[in-house]
């Protein structure tokens, strides 16, 4: 979950480097580091505890000169946020840097090894027993970085992207990844490589990226094309696809943080995501997916759905949209725990990734096992050319642009939209939905970004509501139907980054435990909008009531009856329940995103988590 970046070519490598962690800090915050080959063999390597910002303050007054340069943005796995523990780790002879994404499983049987061979080390890090690894191979068997580099993976258990420097060799960077992801950005006539963990860093320099496979190690020469073998030597074409990225979505553009803004952006971007995909007008649903896998699709005897976190509360309400839409059963599980309890899988299986980076390393791997038992891959993904993109037989994009901010915003809605799509088009496909209630439902979806917008104007409403839960130590999230999936994102929005506990719960579950929770301290938050369960969970609310719970509850526009026993209700215009959750959700990321300011956290940069979870 670090961020890497680096460069080669001609322009001076630091100030590419430094923007580039900038882009990246929403993958790590722990510390940063910058390895910088400034000729006549000489290495220069500044590293600081903390944010990008405080590197930059150590490096201001020294030697920041060189065209070629490797950097990174940590987020601990071995060892703790330190300066020593930052990375680049530096070869025992000082002639090595490395940067490193990933966790070396096997590390502590190579330190073992490597100590007995006279090295010693000064981090608690997995990622400096590579480097020493690396500078052994170089020293026992004479062998040429890209040699020794090859040789040291291939003793390597776990998942890894590197990037090494040797400043005796300073016109070279050698990359390699596996199960941690790495992209080469391609220069004009390969005079400058630039180098980083996903496209956002680099793409201003270039839309020209490769994205590396597992088992792939490239050399970067300026003014050579680039060279990519297998761990195997086997040569490799680089694939080389063209990347193109709005830079302005990169900034805040006015607003006080990335979190806020991608919250406002959801009209745009699901507008974004149902661009050629629903017709409104000819009301209709164009899927390429369904076109071109249209018979395994419709055949299947089961939708196995992998995610984990936000991707994984938007499964459930995808499950309840494909079920009754298409009569065909749908499981959804944690990626986390799929793969190791030994699940059936058949070959008549569909297994859907849903995964904002494509990169989630639970999610990739559950993937990769339905690959391996023949079920049909389909990925739902933001980030093209991400390793669950590539891994996929087919499947869609969700279009809603980087997200920055490490709690996921538009992410769920874009996810929540195109599963929807999906499951309408399959229905319609399969004759299981009526043309009548088909086009009733392309109506409704084509409305929604202009009810977004009507959601989010009521934001004064929502900051003022958001006070009541500043300082609580607990809240309770309720939902039914459609609601409870709702319930339980809202839940982890507030846990994610104001630190306060909150559970999501079915509201009718309230009864066989969580009600012996309130009192006149605890906040309850229903999503009581209209639905065919709303006078159940109008009891649910009175419930809470009757134990004097501080009840906020989100609800349909005209909505009277909770209004008259809530504490504060926030409106939604009214629409089909089944869409509900796209409107629903947005004041409850901005209860969470007022909650934190109010309490001065850092919302975008949440403690202990990163925004792309490439490790287990």
Same mark, same amino acid.
């Given at each position: 979950?670090?961020?890497?970046?680096?460069?080669?070519?001609?322009?001076?490598?630091?100030?590419?480097?430094?923007?580039?962690?900038?882009?990246?800090?929403?993958?790590?915050?722990?510390?940063?580091?910058? /390895?910088?080959?400034?000729?006549?063999?000489?290495?220069?390597?500044?590293?600081?505890?903390?944010?990008?910002? &405080?590197?930059?303050?150590?490096?201001?007054?020294?030697?920041?000169?060189?065209?070629?340069?490797?950097?990174?943005?940590?987020?601990?796995?071995?060892?703790?946020?330190?300066?020593? &523990? /930052?990375? *680049?780790? %530096?070869?025992?002879?000082?002639?090595? /840097?490395?940067?490193?994404?990933?966790?070396?499983? &096997?590390?502590?049987?190579?330190?073992?090894?490597?100590?007995?061979?006279?090295?010693?080390?000064?981090?608690?890090?997995?990622?400096?027993?590579?480097?020493?690894?690396?500078?052994?191979?170089?020293?026992?068997?004479?062998?040429?970085? =890209?040699?020794?580099?090859?040789?040291?993976?291939?003793? +390597?258990?776990?998942?890894?992207?590197?990037?090494?420097?040797?400043?005796?060799?300073?016109?070279?960077?050698?990359?390699?990844?596996?199960?941690?992801?790495?992209?080469?950005?391609?220069?004009?006539?390969?005079?400058?490589?630039?180098? /980083?963990?996903?496209?956002?860093?680099?793409?201003?320099?270039?839309?020209?990226?490769?994205?590396?496979?597992?088992?792939?190690?490239?050399?970067?020469?300026?003014?050579?094309?680039? =060279?990519?073998?297998?761990?195997?030597?086997?040569?490799?074409?680089?694939?080389?696809?063209? +990347?193109?990225?709005?830079?302005?979505?990169?900034?805040?553009?006015?607003?006080?943080?990335?979190?806020?803004?991608?919250?406002?952006?959801?009209?745009?971007?699901?507008?974004?995501?149902?661009?050629?995909? #629903?017709?409104?007008?000819?009301?209709?649903?164009?899927?390429?997916?369904?076109?071109?896998?249209?018979?395994?699709?419709?055949?299947?005897?089961?939708?196995?759905? %992998?995610?984990?976190?936000?991707?994984?509360?938007?499964?459930?309400?995808?499950?309840?949209?494909?079920?009754?839409?298409?009569?065909?059963?749908?499981?959804?599980?944690?990626?986390?725990?799929?793969?190791?309890?030994? *699940? !059936?899988?058949? *070959?008549?299986?569909?297994?859907?990734?849903?995964?904002?980076?494509?990169?989630?390393?639970?999610?990739?791997? $559950?993937?990769?096992?339905?690959?391996?038992?023949?079920?049909?891959?389909?990925?739902?993904?933001?980030?093209?050319?991400?390793?669950?993109?590539?891994?996929?037989?087919?499947?869609?994009?969700?279009?809603?642009?980087?997200?920055?901010?490490?709690?996921?915003?538009?992410?769920?809605?874009?996810?929540?939209?195109?599963?929807? #799509?999906?499951?309408?088009?399959?229905?319609?496909?399969?004759?299981?939905?009526?043309? @009548?209630?088909?086009?009733?439902?392309?109506?409704?979806?084509?409305?929604?970004? =202009?009810?977004?917008?009507?959601? #989010?104007?009521?934001?004064?409403?929502?900051?003022?509501?958001?006070?009541?839960?500043?300082?609580?130590?607990?809240?309770?999230?309720?939902?039914?139907?459609? &609601?409870?999936?709702?319930?339980?994102?809202?839940?982890?929005?507030?846990?994610?980054?104001?630190?306060?506990?909150?559970?999501?719960?079915?509201?009718?579950?309230?009864?066989?435990?969580?009600?012996?929770?309130?009192? =006149?301290? @605890?906040?309850?938050?229903?999503?009581?909008?209209?639905?065919?369960?709303?006078?159940?969970?109008?009891?649910?609310?009175?419930?809470?009531?009757?134990?004097?719970?501080?009840?906020? $509850?989100?609800?349909?526009?005209?909505?009277?009856?909770?209004?008259?026993?809530?504490?504060?209700?926030?409106?939604?215009?009214?629409?089909?329940?089944?869409? $509900?959750?796209?409107?629903?959700?947005? *004041?409850?990321?901005?209860?969470?995103?007022?909650?934190?300011?109010?309490?001065?956290?850092? !919302?975008?940069?949440?403690?202990?988590? $990163?925004?792309?979870?490439?490790?287990?």
């Amino acid at each position: 979950m670090c961020g890497i970046v680096g460069y080669i070519g001609y322009r001076d490598a630091y100030p590419i480097l430094i923007k580039g962690l900038h882009r990246l800090e929403y993958r790590g915050y722990d510390s940063a580091g910058v /390895a910088l080959l400034a000729g006549d063999h000489k290495m220069n390597i500044y590293k600081s505890k903390g944010k990008v910002s &405080n590197l930059e303050e150590s490096a201001a007054s020294k030697d920041i000169s060189g065209h070629i340069g490797i950097a990174h943005t940590r987020w601990a796995t071995h060892g703790e946020p330190s300066t020593l &523990n /930052a990375h *680049p780790h %530096v070869s025992q002879n000082g002639r090595l /840097a490395l940067v490193h994404n990933g966790i070396i499983e &096997n590390y502590s049987n190579l330190k073992t090894f490597l100590e007995g061979k006279g090295f010693t080390f000064k981090s608690s890090t997995d990622t400096e027993v590579l480097v020493q690894l690396i500078q052994f191979i170089q020293d026992e068997y004479g062998k040429d970085l =890209e040699g020794a580099v090859v040789s040291a993976l291939r003793r +390597v258990t776990g998942a890894y992207a590197i990037a090494v420097v040797d400043k005796e060799n300073p016109d070279k960077i050698v990359v390699a990844r596996k199960s941690s992801p790495l992209v080469v950005g391609i220069g004009e006539d390969h005079k400058e490589f630039f180098l /980083a963990s996903d496209a956002l860093p680099i793409v201003e320099y270039t839309k020209q990226m490769v994205y590396l496979n597992d088992g792939e190690v490239a050399l970067l020469k300026v003014g050579q094309k680039m =060279e990519i073998h297998t761990l195997d030597n086997e040569d490799v074409d680089p694939k080389i696809k063209e +990347v193109d990225v709005n830079l302005d979505t990169l900034e805040k553009g006015g607003y006080e943080h990335f979190m806020l803004k991608e919250i406002y952006d959801q009209p745009r971007c699901i507008s974004d995501c149902i661009r050629g995909r #629903l017709l409104a007008d000819e009301k209709k649903i164009v899927l390429s997916a369904i076109n071109q896998h249209r018979d395994r699709l419709l055949r299947a005897s089961r939708f196995i759905i %992998v995610a984990c976190g936000t991707s994984w509360h938007a499964g459930l309400i995808g499950k309840q949209m494909i079920e009754p839409w298409a009569k065909i059963p749908v499981d959804v599980e944690y990626a986390s725990e799929f793969r190791y309890r030994k *699940p !059936v899988i058949q *070959p008549g299986d569909v297994v859907i990734a849903i995964s904002q980076s494509g990169e989630t390393a639970d999610t990739l791997a $559950a993937f990769e096992l339905a690959k391996e038992r023949g079920a049909l891959c389909f990925g739902i993904v933001n980030v093209v050319g991400s390793s669950i993109a590539r891994a996929s037989d087919t499947g869609i994009y969700t279009h809603v642009g980087p997200e920055i901010g490490v709690a996921s915003t538009k992410a769920f809605t874009g996810q929540v939209m195109v599963l929807t #799509l999906f499951a309408l088009a399959l229905g319609h496909e399969l004759g299981s939905i009526s043309q @009548m209630e088909f086009e009733k439902y392309i109506t409704e979806l084509s409305l929604i970004p =202009e009810k977004m917008k009507k959601v #989010l104007e009521q934001d004064a409403l929502t900051k003022d509501i958001s006070r009541t839960l500043t300082y609580a130590r607990n809240a309770l999230y309720m939902g039914r139907g459609f &609601n409870y999936p709702v319930a339980l994102e809202g839940a982890l929005k507030l846990k994610e980054i104001s630190y306060i506990h909150a559970e999501g719960y079915p509201a009718a579950e309230m009864k066989h435990g969580p009600i012996a929770l309130v009192d =006149e301290n @605890m906040p309850v938050v229903f999503v009581a909008t209209h639905h065919q369960l709303y006078k159940k969970i109008l009891s649910n609310i009175q419930e809470v009531k009757a134990r004097n719970g501080r009840i906020i $509850a989100i609800v349909t526009e005209g909505e009277e009856a909770v209004k008259n026993i809530a504490e504060a209700t926030i409106e939604i215009p009214a629409t089909l329940p089944v869409v $509900a959750p796209l409107l629903s959700v947005l *004041p409850l990321q901005l209860i969470a995103y007022h909650v934190a300011v109010f309490k001065g956290l850092n !919302v975008d940069q949440p403690r202990n988590l $990163a925004k792309s979870v490439t490790v287990e």
